[in-house]
């Protein structure tokens, strides 16, 4: 794996934290192999849940010897490559399987936030290949099973007739800043909770650009015309299977919001807006916080996380 750039800041759930050495998924005899290793780490899976220890929040990683292990199906074994320097294997297991001792099965999404960087990067790899695999159990082409290949990341139909191979999917969705230069373009969906609002954000259409797809959602979305955007960064999003690509956005001054059938409500805030706590802003581990951090901090005396140091999550001024 090549040495980091200290200079690139990586988003939450991104970075090297993972050596995946992809030719590892071509040796026939890789799961004996990681089996005989006495150093490799092996992470279980019940769905998308994984095993935190229950005294603090962290991976409970397993040894080749323990009973899930010993007893998973060999088809169940997915490689993701080596984590801080030991061989790591995903265990698929079964809705009824058991805790190890001493942890217990928790989902990524709530428990992000409090995991080391790196083990929530991992769980999020593991999750998006878990949750992949079990929607293509079955070949789009003709029906029959699909079975793992290549170390769990290729599904291949069984039928030697048609033999499709799949790829682990991923979904593009744009998430973009728009501003008119004193103020960030912020929308909220029904669903969130009370007083929140977060950047603007779709998906990606068959037959269209990153560019064009910033243009289209903002003006879907809150009736806004984009005049410029520029790329940013990019954060995976396995809730379930998304890749968040991140921009910046350009709107004339003054662009008047319109209606919008996607969006409960969509507003212009200012900087004294959001350090007032007038919105509650998304969690700190999404790239569209740092979107709006990175605005906020461009021109105010203190930084978005000196005006928030000490309110609870999800403060927002009453």
């Not at 899976?45 to 199906?73: C, N, W």
């Not at 603007?200 to 879907?220: K, N, Q, T, W, Y």
């Not at 919008?260 to 969509?266: D, H, K, Q, R, V």
Request: proline share 8%; with cysteine; aromatic share 8%.
């Amino acid at each position: 794996m090549a040495t980091p750039d200290p200079s690139v800041i990586h988003n939450f759930l991104a970075g090297p934290y993972i050596d995946r050495r992809a030719e590892s998924r071509e040796a026939p005899d890789w799961q004996e192999a990681a089996l005989a290793d006495p150093d490799t780490l092996f992470l279980l899976a019940r769905g998308t849940a994984h095993p935190i220890a229950a005294e603090e929040p962290r991976v409970a990683f397993v040894g080749r010897d323990h009973p899930l292990v010993r007893g998973a199906a060999r088809e169940s074994l997915v490689l993701l490559g080596w984590f801080q320097q030991a061989r790591c294997v995903l265990v698929q297991l079964g809705e009824d399987a058991p805790a190890p001792s001493g942890a217990r099965f928790e989902e990524l999404r709530p428990l992000a936030a409090m995991l080391d960087g790196e083990q929530a990067g991992l769980l999020a790899y593991a999750r998006a290949l878990t949750y992949w695999q079990h929607r293509h159990r079955h070949c789009g082409v003709c029906g029959a099973r699909c079975e793992p290949q290549r170390a769990g990341h290729v599904m291949r139909c069984r039928d030697p007739g048609c033999a499709t191979e799949f790829f682990p999917r991923i979904d593009p969705a744009i998430i973009v800043l728009v501003t008119d230069g004193e103020r960030a373009l912020l929308g909220r969906q029904a669903s969130w909770p009370p007083g929140r609002f977060s950047t603007i954000a779709g998906f990606v259409e068959p037959g269209e650009s990153l560019e064009d797809a910033v243009v289209r959602e903002v003006l879907e979305e809150t009736g806004v015309t984009v005049i410029a955007s520029r790329y940013h960064s990019s954060q995976p999003w396995p809730f379930p299977s998304s890749l968040m690509l991140g921009f910046t956005a350009t709107a004339a001054p003054g662009s008047p919001i319109g209606r919008s059938t996607e969006l409960e409500e969509a507003r212009w805030l200012s900087r004294e807006a959001i350090a007032a706590g007038e919105v509650m802003l998304p969690p700190s581990t999404s790239i569209s916080h740092r979107l709006i951090a990175e605005w906020f901090d461009a021109g105010w005396p203190q930084t978005l996380r000196e005006v928030t140091a000490g309110r609870p999550w999800g403060w927002r001024a009453r």
